[in-house]
């Protein structure tokens, strides 16, 4: 079993829909949880972080947290044609200070 | 702030020389990063430094990879013999102890060994 697992994609959604991304993790002890954007050829971005259980937004986005079932969600409302990217999952193990990452969720915005 | 910085962003080389990669972190970030990421295996943490100390080299992948951080805001990461298995793009990245721990990462180099 992987440590963060993320499914694949292509996940294609049209423009203006909210795209629903997610990711699960083995650790139970992981204490902080991390979502960054990847663009063909560059390097990921943070979009944001959750370290407690439930939702957190900022703007378009918003992270959800449920550690008791070990998944973490991100929800992308009104979503643009610039919003197509690899959706990276990260997760922080308790007493560790380095990531460990999914594999990405390839996500498509139709126009 | 500039960012993380890395250089070469490109590097074209034939199997069996030697190849070194480099960073210069966020000013004032205390840890570093360097990762490497492929199609099949995804982006996989080599090493981290604190204060430029190595704390976790796991994942180097052999002896022939070796990395170095003799300064705050300077650090290598060298493979020696390099191998065509080896091409990949690393990325260096960087935080800080008080900065929510985010991890910023450089432009990466991208590398080909033929």
């Known amino acids: 079993q992987k440590e963060v697992e993320q499914n694949s994609g292509p996940l294609s959604v049209p423009e203006g829909a909210i795209a629903s991304l997610n990711c699960t993790y083995s650790?139970?002890?992981?204490?902080?949880f991390f979502w960054y954007r990847q663009y063909s050829g560059k390097s990921p971005e943070l979009i944001m972080f959750i370290y407690s259980n439930g939702d957190k937004e900022d703007g378009r986005f918003t992270a959800q947290l449920n550690k008791a079932s070990q998944y973490v969600s991100l929800l992308i409302r009104d979503s643009q044609p610039s919003d197509s990217a690899t959706y990276l999952c990260?997760?922080?193990?308790?007493?560790?200070?380095?990531?460990?990452f999914g594999s990405g969720t390839r996500l498509q915005v139709q126009p | 702030d500039a960012g993380v910085i890395q250089s070469p962003r490109h590097e074209v080389t034939e199997m069996g020389q030697e190849v070194t990669l480099r960073c210069k972190p966020i000013?004032?970030?205390?840890?570093l990063f360097w990762y490497r990421q492929t199609m099949m295996r995804g982006l996989e943490l080599l090493i981290y430094?604190?204060?430029?100390?190595?704390?976790?080299d796991s994942g180097m992948p052999e002896d022939r990879f070796s990395a170095k951080m003799p300064n705050a805001s300077f650090s290598t990461l060298k493979i020696q013999p390099s191998e065509p298995r080896d091409s990949a793009v690393y990325f260096c990245?960087?935080?800080?102890?008080?900065?929510?721990?985010?991890?910023?990462f450089g432009p990466g180099t991208r590398l080909l060994v033929l």
């Open positions: 990260a997760v922080r193990g308790a007493g560790r200070r380095a990531l460990t």
């Open positions: 990245a960087s935080s800080s102890r008080t900065g929510q721990e985010t991890q910023y």
């Open positions: 650790d139970r002890g992981s204490q902080s």
């Open positions: 430094f604190n204060n430029n100390v190595p704390i976790d």
């Open positions: 000013s004032g970030h205390d840890y």
